[in-house]
T-cell receptor, first 115, second 115 residues
C-alpha cells in the first residue's frame, strides 16, 4: 500500500520568509495530492491540492509542486505570516472515478512563524 | 449547511470497558473515513466507507476495533476492551463522490482517554 514520508517534522521561520515542506510517496499509481492545515485544537482543513496531470499549482501565497518521476511533492508558502503557524499534512491517494479513494497522510510538519 | 459532527466530544473510560464513538457526515456525502490522531502525531487511517460498505478496513489496529455505517449516513466506531494505548483523538471525515473536487471534511473529533 501507499506510504507517505514528510519532512521536516518541525520548521521555524521568521515572518516574511518562505517555508517549504516536502513529501515523498511510494505508490506510483497515486494521482491526487492534497495538503491539509490543522491549527491548534482545530480540525484539519484542505488548503491546496494537485492532481498528477499537472506539475504546479498556485493559490495566492501557497503553491504545490509535483515531480511524478521522483515521486515527491512540496508545499511552498511565501511571505509567511504568524497565522500560517499550524501543523501541515500532505497526503496521497489513488483516486478512482475522480473522487473515490482513501487518503494516506504524512506525519505532519509543525510550522512556527515568528513575528 | 451543517458540517461533520461527532459525539461525544470527550470520553473518559476505564481500561477494559467498551466505547462507541459516533459520526454524522455532511448530508449527501457517501464516503466516510475514520482516523486516529495521537498527541503530536499524524492522522492514522482506520477505515473507509463508501455507502454502507467498507472497501478498506486495513487501518484497524486490532480486532477490538470495529465500525459500521447504516443508511449510508451515521457511522459508529466501537472499541472493545479499551487499552491505555487507545487514548487519542478520533476524527471522522466525509466527502462527496462524483464531483470534480475531492475534499475530505473533518469533524471536530472525539477525545478518548482510557484510564
Amino acid at each position: 500500500g501507499e506510504n507517505v514520508e514528510q519532512h521536516p517534522s518541525t520548521l521555524s521561520v521568521q515572518e516574511g520568509d518562505s517555508a517549504v515542506i516536502k513529501c515523498t510517496y511510494s505508490d506510483s499509481a497515486s494521482n491526487y495530492f492534497p495538503w491539509y492545515k490543522q491549527e491548534l485544537g482545530k480540525r484539519p482543513q484542505l488548503i491546496i491540492d494537485i492532481r498528477s496531470n499537472v506539475g504546479e499549482k498556485k493559490d495566492q501565497r501557497i503553491a504545490v509542486t509535483l515531480n511524478k518521476t521522483a515521486k515527491h511533492f512540496s508545499l511552498h508558502i511565501t511571505e509567511t505570516q504568524p497565522e500560517d503557524s499550524a501543523v501541515y499534512f500532505c497526503a496521497a491517494v489513488v483516486l478512482y472515478g475522480g473522487s473515490q479513494g482513501n487518503l494516506i497522510f504524512g506525519k505532519g510538519t509543525k510550522l512556527s512563524v515568528k513575528p | 449547511g451543517a458540517g461533520v459532527s461527532q459525539s461525544p466530544s470527550n470520553k473518559v473510560t476505564e481500561k477494559g470497558k467498551d466505547v462507541e464513538l459516533r459520526c454524522d457526515p455532511i448530508s449527501g456525502h457517501t464516503a466516510l473515513y475514520w482516523y486516529r490522531q495521537s498527541l503530536g502525531q499524524g492522522l492514522e487511517f482506520l477505515i473507509y466507507f463508501q455507502g454502507n460498505s467498507a472497501p478498506d478496513k486495513s487501518g484497524l489496529p486490532s480486532d477490538r476495533f470495529s465500525a459500521e455505517r447504516t443508511g449510508g449516513s451515521v457511522s459508529t466506531l466501537t472499541i472493545q476492551r479499551t487499552q491505555q494505548e487507545d487514548s487519542a483523538v478520533y476524527l471522522c471525515a466525509s466527502s462527496l463522490v462524483g464531483t470534480a473536487r475531492y475534499e475530505q471534511y473533518f469533524g471536530p473529533g472525539t477525545r478518548l482517554t482510557v484510564t
